[in-house]
């Protein structure tokens, strides 16, 4: 998915990393890695540790560091071409359940064309770009940490450590407190419901739709602030 | 960050969480948080989950102790990018800061 921008900016002094936030690492992340036929690092994070590290809570998510090894952009939703969802048609045939899905995933905001002239602008810029921060504003943009969500990387880790050793059931019980520690991160939600199946409905108790909704579908992916 | 005792040896507890034993306390990059172990070979999670403001949950049945994420303030304390330190997909080990003098964009994504 990165590969074109990879190529087209690597000459220009730029790398991409990517990381993939799967609990089952290569097994589930390695076929898609295959396929894309990344030149760039591909990296595996199944603690999802650029969480607690760096403040990210939804894919895709975008860090920018500069040559000193400075954030000059925190965490940020970062689509590098308009998703194909978007443009999806509700068939004729959709359930009201369906139908209701493709609908919220299409008022997603996404921005992926103001993204990538900005990372293009810093890439030939430098900290000349305006969209390159200073060090107090990428602080100040960073997201608050407050105990009760520093909590939830804890039992994320927990979960993916006993998933790991084939213990799904006492799993479950950590992804459960890491979502109610930290509600608004969607990778610590997804992931685990990915793992349950198709009984993740059943297991949390909740679903994509019903919680986008109560979060509100505005802030899945927050406006970019350029 | 995972350990299955809640005393480690230094090395592991470095390893697992970035942070280096020194003698002003515990370190990562520039930033020092004051910190002594009774025993110099070992450190006592408990106390430094304290000095680091890292929650730490012990999960009895199963033998394991988990340190969350440093609480308070912001999720960055500041603009320098913390080292992250991940295998690629074929198993091979990357550092971030190997990147020192190029610009990098950090992308997250996931299959699910």
């Not at chain 1, 940020?76 to 004729?92: C, F, M, N, Q, T």
């Not at chain 1, 019980?173 to 109610?180: C, L």
């Not at chain 2, 020194?22 to 106390?47: H, I, M, N, Q, Y």
Request: net charge negative.
């Amino acid at each position: 998915m990165w590969q074109e921008l990879r190529t087209e900016l690597r000459p220009r002094g730029l790398e991409i990393v990517t990381v993939a936030l799967d609990a089952r690492g290569t097994e589930t992340a390695g076929p898609w890695i295959e396929k894309a036929a990344p030149e760039h690092p591909s990296l595996i994070d199944e603690a999802h540790l650029v969480d607690a590290l760096f403040g990210i809570v939804n894919v895709p998510s975008g860090v920018w560091i500069d040559e000193e090894g400075m954030v000059v952009r925190p965490p940020e939703p970062a689509h590098p071409r308009r998703p194909a969802y978007l443009d999806r048609a509700v068939p004729p045939d959709a359930s009201p359940a369906q139908r209701e899905g493709i609908e919220l995933v299409k008022a997603l905001h996404v921005e992926a064309e103001r993204y990538v002239a900005a990372l293009r602008d810093w890439v030939s810029r430098g900290s000349g770009s305006r969209y390159a921060l200073s060090p107090d504003e990428v602080v100040r943009r960073s997201r608050p940490r407050p105990v009760e969500e520093a909590t939830a990387a804890a039992h994320f880790a927990l979960g993916q450590t006993l998933q790991a050793r084939g213990e799904p059931a006492a799993a479950i019980e950590h992804f459960r407190e890491a979502h109610r520690s930290q509600p608004t991160n969607w990778t610590y939600r997804r992931d685990a419901w990915s793992l349950a199946g198709a009984d993740r409905e059943v297991v949390y108790g909740t679903s994509w739709i019903e919680e986008v909704k109560r979060e509100g579908v505005e802030n899945y992916y927050p406006r970019l602030e350029l | 960050m995972i350990f299955t005792s809640s005393t480690v040896p230094v090395a592991e507890f470095e390893r697992v969480t970035g942070w280096q034993s020194k003698p002003e306390g515990l370190c990562r990059g520039e930033r020092c948080v004051p910190f002594r172990s009774a025993d110099p070979a070992t450190v006592e999670l408990a106390a430094a989950a304290d000095a680091l403001a890292m929650p730490l949950v012990h999960d009895a049945a199963h033998g394991l102790w988990a340190l969350g994420a440093e609480a308070g303030g912001r999720a960055l304390r500041s603009a320098v990018a913390p080292e992250l330190q991940l295998p690629d997909f074929r198993g091979g080990s990357f550092r971030l800061s190997s990147l020192r003098g190029r610009k990098v964009l950090l992308v997250a994504w996931a299959s699910w």
